[in-house]
């Protein structure tokens, strides 16, 4: 079985070169990991290219040598072997829709994956899928969510799982419908991958969304759920705490020599976990490398979707 594995491997002609499409914020862990990898070369494309020397210092210590691009239409002279999406999700499409013509390997794209303007799910689904055959399925979505609930659910050992509170506070200018997409993906991720889910049933009791709050109150796959989602330009990092069975639990990050250090907070008591997003980034980059399957990752992403599009509707028609 090993050497089916390393011939496999050896049949892939390992990345050398990457290109970040938005390396602020979720892109920089992009860069992080692109150079754990062992990537030589890592093209930027960004709106304000004053930055890039800025950001470059900070990323430390590296032994990338980096580009940065003024277009997307640089990219095919630079030919990358693995490309991350990390612009907004409004652009989302468009972006990909340039990169189809240059046939990249391999494209991470971060979530969220909602850019329909009119949120119809059916055409959404048309979209992703027809960018899948064009990438020829080598594209996978970061939900780094699902890793959080693996190691929840190898620490804490649930039966049946009857009701899920979810609470995230992130930093962000986003408004009502917008704080939707932004921070939906995750907690409903979070919970179908709590639950083992390959499939999503949900009746929404309620619904309420002001311009910096949303409040979720839905049966999802028989589980009584409330999700509880907030974006504050104040805050100074994000918040995130969940309720399994009416145990109370709580995401925290400790940082020391500058090494962040990851805990669920139980009972009073901590639990070392690694960072999900390391985790989920290093996962996908491996999967692309190795030419495996993502088909549970387009599981995943298609009822994300069909949630996210279902409740702006629901935002949507109760303000007109």
Known sequence: ?????????????KFKRGLIIGPDGIGQAHIREYI?????????????IFK???????????????????????????????????????????????ISTFTPRSIIVE????????????????TTNDLNNK??????VNIPMTELTKQVIKIFKFNKIKQIKFK????????????????????????????KKKSLKFDIKKLFVNKTKTKIFAIINETVCEIYLEQNINIKKSLLSFEINKKKFKRISTVKDKIHTNYILYNKKKYKIKNPMTLSLKKIIKSL???????????????????????????????I
């Open 52 to 98: 890039n020397k800025k950001m470059i210092t900070k990323i430390k210590p590296h032994k990338a040598r980096f580009n940065f691009l003024r277009s997307l239409n640089e990219i095919k002279k630079y030919k990358p072997d693995i490309i991350s999406v990390c612009s907004p999700h409004y652009f989302h499409i468009k972006h990909l829709k340039k």
């Open 168 to 195: 995230y506070l992130t930093k962000g200018k986003h408004k009502n419908d917008e704080i939707l997409i932004d921070l939906l993906p995750h907690a409903i991720s979070f919970i179908l991958s709590l639950q």
């Open 36 to 48: 754990n990898y062992g990537i030589d070369e890592i093209s930027i494309i960004r709106k304000n």
């Open 289 to 319: 490398d190795l030419n495996l399957n993502n088909n549970m990752n387009r599981i995943y992403i298609g009822l994300i979707n069909k949630f996210t599009c279902h409740v702006i509707k629901m935002f949507r028609k109760k303000l």
């Open 135 to 140: 990438f020829k399925k080598r594209i996978f």
């Open 111 to 126: 979530k969220p994956f909602i850019v329909s303007k009119d949120m119809n799910f059916e055409k959404l689904e048309k």
């Open 1 to 13: 079985m090993e050497i089916i594995k390393n011939s496999k491997r050896l049949l892939m002609k």
